[in-house]
């Protein structure tokens, strides 16, 4: 059982989802605004955060943003804008996942579940590599020592990449481990999401080699 929070300003839509993420085991809190779920979100415990855009006092793409700051818990961003470049603006803010109205509420939970088993590993020893040290069962990351804050989607990337050092991935390959089979994305969103990445990194960035028509490879060298 997980702790949902669901942002959504309609209360036939927000009632519609918590019933499929009560059935699903779930417990939900409920915020009807940007700034509520803020709040929400710093008072208490979440899993997974379920984000409308548009909402009254502070928009879903801000709350994204600014929960990223703080938090690195799963975001779904669903709103009734189907264009690319909004749903590349939630991905880059650091959403994982996103859905356009009218969605299928078994999807949505379909989804959530798959999110949830995603950030739930067994406890297992801190990877390292170079500099960089990653303790996957509390999704903590460290660069010389020192914890740095990674999105979700950030921190998945590089916890594939130190799992797989040395090996050639596609961004095609990257999208379907990373963001699963079924997104809609372009392979833009992990070419954006490793820029990012590389700049949390300093100068362990060069442990993500770019190649030309290929992909992209974890190395470090000694």
Same mark, same amino acid.
Request: charged residues 25%.
């Given at each position: ?8 300003? @309609?209360? $036939? ?27 929400l979100l710093k $008072? $208490?415990?979440?899993? *997974? ?54 969605? !299928? ?10 999110? *949830? ?20 069962? !509390?999704?903590?990351?460290?660069? @010389?020592?020192?914890?740095?804050? *990674?999105?979700?989607? @950030? ?19 990257? *999208? $379907? ?10 392979t833009r969103t ?13 100068? @362990? ?8 028509? !290929? ?8």
């Open positions: 059982m997980a702790n949902i929070l669901i942002v959504e300003d @309609e209360k $036939n839509m927000q009632d519609i989802i918590a019933a499929y993420m009560q059935r699903g085991g779930h417990s939900c809190f409920m915020a009807d605004d940007g700034v509520d779920a803020l709040m $008072n $208490n415990p979440m899993d *997974l955060m379920i984000l409308d855009v548009m909402m009254p006092r502070l928009d879903g793409f801000s709350v994204c943003r600014i929960a990223r700051e703080v938090s690195s818990l799963p975001i779904i961003i669903l709103t009734a804008k189907s264009g690319e470049d909004d749903k590349l603006k939630g991905y880059d803010l650091g959403a994982d996942d996103y859905m356009t109205k009218p969605f !299928s509420p078994k999807v949505l939970l379909a989804k959530t579940n798959a999110l *949830l088993r995603r950030t739930s590993a067994p406890p297992a020893d801190a990877l390292h590599a170079g500099k960089i040290s990653i303790i996957p069962s !509390s999704h903590r990351v460290f660069l @010389e020592g020192e914890e740095i804050t *990674l999105t979700h989607k @950030e921190y998945e990337l590089l916890y594939f990449f130190m799992m797989n050092p040395g090996q050639v991935f596609s961004r095609d390959q990257l *999208l $379907n481990r990373i963001w699963g089979y079924d997104f809609l994305g372009t992990v070419d954006t999401h490793i820029k990012t990445l590389r700049s949390k990194l300093g100068d @362990e960035a060069k442990c993500i080699v770019t190649l030309i028509r !290929s992909g992209y490879k974890f190395e470090v060298t000694a």
